[in-house]
């Protein structure tokens, strides 16, 4: 049997990501899936901010049973993850990654905080797995806007967004939580860029090393991608304050975290 695989998304986990298709509800969808994989079911738990999708991969790979045949469900940055898995599929004679390739990130992760790429590209030759299909929902493929320079920006907006609604302001303790809040991802928003602090996000800059890598013309990889990608528009009072607050820094279609087209 093939095995299904579940990759959850930036500061998240297989529940918040995947979790409501294990809702009673969902019982004979859960059923309709689940059924050609039996017991082949698996889900990579792994930290998103802290840790670079490079060390995921690793992480994944040395888990990885032997001789799988592999069905992808990412969402969000956690298609990062698999599109390294899916170099195990290069097309042609070439490796996963070459020696070009492998030079051309060294020379941009000198401390290796970007994760070890040689490592992650001995194991894809090492172990013996397939990557037969891959649903690829939300991912910042070519990066996203929101960790670029303009995060700054979209935190100011939403701040200011959140001070203005009425019923917020009269809500015990709900001022000291906005506070410490505001804080801690002002922290992230400075931090950002910093691989050594968070090599999670720095990954999903447009343009970083990893962006570069996983984007090269010159590489094509075998198997099934279906990529699913959103955009968010303001039918509820929620997802107008979201558009609203998004809309000046992504300045194209985006589903509030992922421009559209880079998915």
């Known amino acids: ?43 990579l738990e792994h930290a998103t901010l802290s840790t670079s999708p490079v060390q995921n991969a690793i992480d994944l790979l040395e888990a990885l049973p032997a001789d799988a045949r592999l069905h992808l469900v990412s969402h969000s940055r956690g298609g990062l993850v698999g599109e390294l898995l899916c170099r195990k599929m290069a097309a042609g004679a070439r490796e996963p990654f070459t020696a070009d390739e492998l030079e051309a990130f060294s020379l941009l992760n000198p401390d290796g905080k970007r994760g070890d790429l040689a490592e992650l590209n001995r194991l894809l030759k090492k172990k013996t797995f397939m990557v037969e299909r891959f649903v690829r929902v939300a991912c910042p493929a070519w990066g996203t806007t929101l960790a670029s320079r303009r995060f700054d920006i979209y935190l100011s907006i939403l701040f200011n967004l959140l001070s203005k609604i009425p019923f917020l302001s009269g809500v015990p303790g709900v001022n000291i939580v906005h506070d410490v809040f505001s804080e801690l991802v002002m922290l992230v928003a400075k931090e950002r860029t910093d691989p050594s602090v968070l090599p999670g996000i720095e990954a999903m800059i447009p343009g970083s090393p990893l962006v570069q890598l996983l984007n090269r013309p010159d590489c094509t990889v075998e198997g099934e991608l279906r990529v699913i990608a959103g955009d968010m528009e303001g039918g509820t009072l929620l997802s107008a304050l979201g558009t609203l607050a998004t809309d000046p820094v992504f300045r194209k279609d985006n589903d509030l975290v992922v421009d559209t087209e880079a998915m």
Do not use: Q
């Open 1 to 43: 049997r093939p095995t299904l695989l579940f990759l959850h998304g930036t500061a998240s986990s297989i529940r918040g990501s995947f979790g409501a298709l294990w809702e009673p509800e969902k019982v004979d969808l859960r059923k309709k899936l689940f059924e050609p994989y039996g017991t082949n079911v698996l889900a």
